[in-house]
């Protein structure tokens, strides 16, 4: 059974950093785009980044320039770090993996982010 396991949140201060870590295991299919979406308490959840494959990133408007997507494809993991975090940035983070040749999308359990004023 695939497992999807995030780690790296946790509380921070605006205007600090935090660094989120996804690997994705029990998987022998390739792993086509990996993202990060949020959710904050009583909003949907919303793409934050996503990454393909060949390393092309994509970002929600509201992060440009503060959050990096990354990835390891040898590794299956992708990475978020998050510089100049702010309280809107609180939320839970999950992790996606998307395997195209069976039309699966894989999520992690979520990871919380706040962020205080």
């Known amino acids: 059974q695939v497992q999807v396991a995030e780690s790296g949140g946790g509380l921070v201060q605006a205007g600090g950093s935090l660094s989120l870590s996804c690997t994705v295991s029990r998987i022998i299919l390739y792993i086509n785009d990996m993202a990060w979406y949020r959710q904050a308490p009583g909003k949907q959840r919303d793409l934050v980044a996503v990454v393909t494959r060949g390393g092309f990133a994509t970002y929600a408007e509201s992060v440009k320039g503060r959050f990096t997507i990354s990835r390891d494809n040898a590794k299956n993991a992708v990475y978020l770090q998050m510089n100049s975090l702010k309280p809107e940035d609180t939320a839970v983070y999950y992790c996606?993996?998307?395997?195209?040749?069976?039309?699966?999308?894989?999520w992690g359990q979520g990871t919380q982010v706040t962020v205080s004023s």
């Open positions: 996606n993996a998307k395997v195209e040749a069976i039309g699966r999308d894989y």
